[in-house]
């Protein structure tokens, strides 16, 4: 029982064809994991622009447009503020780089007091509560005891940090100062491993960019070696026996090269036979290009964004793979920065207030952007919307108060765009009306 067990777990079985068994090369085939450690993260994100990029561009997209505030203009304005004081988008863009790069970082907030072993209370942050922002990798934040209580709000996660100094000492931290990003996700068993991180983005695609990256360096030296002169003389290997045999052949081959330059002409001796050997290029292209696009389908990017390269075929825009790329990013934002992201600007808009009103709100922005021809398309939609359900229902009843599709389609104008200025213009036009 325990060999058939052994054989089904290979997969499909033909004894007469070996399909599946021992002598079935494909099926000896194992997994193993062997982790960057972090010199070689950190020498591929500096040497080779292939990591670089794999690592930078999601998380520059991500923050590309950054987040709209929804609130009173006087209140966005002040959180603006503080966000540009605190650099909150270069701290955050910052983080996910070193998450994706070396598996996990995260943003310390300081309340300017010298105790950072204390809870950070975001009830008690007032005005100006937060003094500054730090980034950390997780190499230089230590993770201290897990938290194993499962009734607990913070069960496996750690119950303190460590920030290890140049000099060898370490700053104890607590965890409500702490904002968390992670790299790639791992087993729930494994994180326990690694003090809750995760994985380097290039542990899974490595292998394609080490081969992409041969490839291109194959070829570079193929390319020295395009075109190689080949000399026949007779009675050559029983002359190199001959030390002044070897010097005249090099005076005489160094006079040759260099009266082929001068005057463009190879003299040669009659007896002596020249061939030109030239290497044939016409199908790596093919395969370098093959070698890019399996290290874009790795990294998940749009080919005509990892290489930034215009799309081929006659009728391609490259449009739907940005747009699906986009749409992917979005749904990433959702899913695993708006945690973190919420977390800091409860304080940074305590910071900013003196508290945070229920009415604030933030969104991302759209990372796909609509080109003049569609934004009118959507314009002459809504309001034609707008004008349909402004019609009158049963009776003589409007099917909603004309004030409230009023204020409703104002806001939406305001917060795509569509009419620059239609803000102020109603404040000012407002005013205007309360003096007559």
């Not at 777990?9 to 070996?18: A, F, T, Y």
């Not at 995260?106 to 300017?112: E, F, P, R, V, Y």
């Not at 204390?118 to 009830?123: E, G, K, S």
């Amino acid at each position: 029982m325990s060999n058939w067990f052994a054989d089904v777990s290979r997969g499909l079985i033909n004894k007469l064809s070996g399909l599946g068994g021992d002598s079935d090369k494909g099926a000896q085939g194992t997994w193993s994991f062997q982790p960057l450690d972090r010199q070689q993260v950190e020498a591929a994100y500096r040497s080779n622009w292939m990591c670089r990029k794999a690592v930078d561009i999601p998380a520059f997209d991500m923050m590309r447009e950054g987040w709209a505030w929804q609130c009173d203009k006087e209140q966005i304005a002040a959180i603006e503020a503080e966000e540009k004081r605190l650099k909150v988008l270069s701290s955050v863009f910052t983080a996910l780089k070193q998450a994706r790069l070396y598996g996990g970082a995260a943003i310390t907030i300081s309340d300017g007091g010298e105790d950072h072993s204390q809870p950070l209370d975001p009830r008690r942050v007032g005005r100006g509560g937060i003094a500054f922002l730090k980034v950390m990798d997780r190499y230089h934040l230590t993770s201290g005891i897990l938290d194993y209580d499962p009734m607990s709000p913070t069960y496996m996660e750690p119950t303190y940090y460590d920030l290890v100094g140049a000099a060898g000492g370490s700053v104890r931290i607590h965890p409500s100062r702490v904002i968390r990003f992670i790299g790639a996700d791992l087993p729930t068993d494994w994180e326990v491993l690694v003090d809750r991180w995760g994985d380097s983005i290039l542990d899974a695609i490595e292998i394609a960019i080490r081969d992409a990256t041969a490839g291109q360096q194959g070829i570079a030296a193929l390319v020295q070696e395009a075109k190689i002169d080949v000399y026949q003389i007779e009675g050559f290997m029983e002359g190199m026996k001959s030390e002044a045999y070897k010097t005249a052949v090099y005076d005489r081959f160094a006079l040759v090269q260099r009266m082929k330059s001068n005057v463009n002409a190879l003299v040669l001796d009659k007896q002596d036979d020249y061939q030109q050997k030239t290497i044939n290029f016409s199908q790596l292209p093919d395969v370098q290009r093959l070698q890019l696009q399996i290290v874009s389908g790795a990294a998940d990017i749009p080919a005509t964004r990892f290489l930034s390269q215009s799309p081929t075929g006659l009728q391609s825009t490259g449009d739907g793979e940005l747009k699906n790329y986009y749409d992917r990013i979005g749904a990433e934002q959702e899913l695993t920065l708006r945690d973190p992201l919420e977390k800091l600007l409860n304080l940074v808009v305590r910071s900013a207030l003196g508290e945070y009103p229920d009415e604030c709100w933030f969104k991302f922005r759209p990372l796909w952007q609509m080109s003049e021809k569609e934004q009118a398309e959507v314009f002459k939609a809504r309001a034609d919307a707008a004008r349909t359900i402004a019609g009158k229902g049963t009776g003589d009843a409007p099917l909603i108060p004309i004030e409230a599709l009023s204020d409703s389609l104002v806001n939406a104008l305001i917060e795509s765009g569509d009419l620059p200025g239609l803000e102020a213009a109603i404040l000012e036009y407002g005013q205007l009306r309360n003096k007559e």
